[in-house]
C-alpha cells in the first residue's frame, strides 16, 4: 500500500506562483500515471493535470492549460505541480493521485490519494 504526502500550498495574491509537491512512497512510483485534482466546497473533484508514466503524455483541463505544470522526478517518488498566475477561482484543496492505469480524469481510476493541501488565491 503506497502511501502518499502532499506538500506546498498556502496563500497567494492573484497572478501569483505557488509549486505544489507530493511524495508517494514504495518502489512502483515510476510506474504510476500521476495526476493532481481539486475541489471546492460543494463540488465534486475535478481533474487539473496528469502525467503518465513514461513521461510522454501530459494532459491539462481547460481551465489550467497554460498556467500549471506537472512533472514527475522518479528518483525523488514526488509529482510536482507548478502553478503560475494563478486566479481567484483556482482556490480549492488541491488532492495528488497515483494509479497503475493509463492516465485518466476519472477519480474513480486512481488507488492511491493524498491528503490534499489548501490553495487559496485572494483577489
Known amino acids: 500500500q503506497a502511501q502518499v504526502q502532499q506538500s506546498g500550498g498556502g496563500v497567494v495574491q492573484a497572478g501569483g506562483s505557488l509549486r505544489l509537491s507530493c511524495t508517494v512512497s514504495g518502489s512502483a512510483f515510476s510506474r504510476y500515471s500521476l495526476a493532481w485534482f481539486r475541489q471546492t466546497p460543494g463540488k465534486e473533484r475535478e481533474f487539473a493535470a496528469g502525467?503518465?508514466?513514461?513521461?510522454?503524455?501530459?494532459y491539462y483541463s481547460d481551465s489550467v492549460k497554460g498556467r500549471f505544470t506537472i512533472s514527475r522526478d522518479n528518483a525523488k517518488n514526488t509529482v510536482y505541480l507548478q502553478m503560475n498566475s494563478l486566479k481567484p477561482e483556482d482556490t480549492a484543496v488541491y488532492y495528488c493521485?497515483?494509479?497503475?492505469?493509463?492516465?485518466?480524469?476519472?477519480?474513480?481510476?486512481?488507488?492511491?490519494w493524498g491528503q490534499g493541501t489548501q490553495v487559496t488565491v485572494s483577489s
Open positions: 502525467l503518465n508514466w513514461s513521461q510522454t503524455i501530459t
Open positions: 493521485a497515483a494509479g497503475f492505469q493509463d492516465l485518466s480524469v476519472a477519480v474513480n481510476t486512481y488507488a492511491y
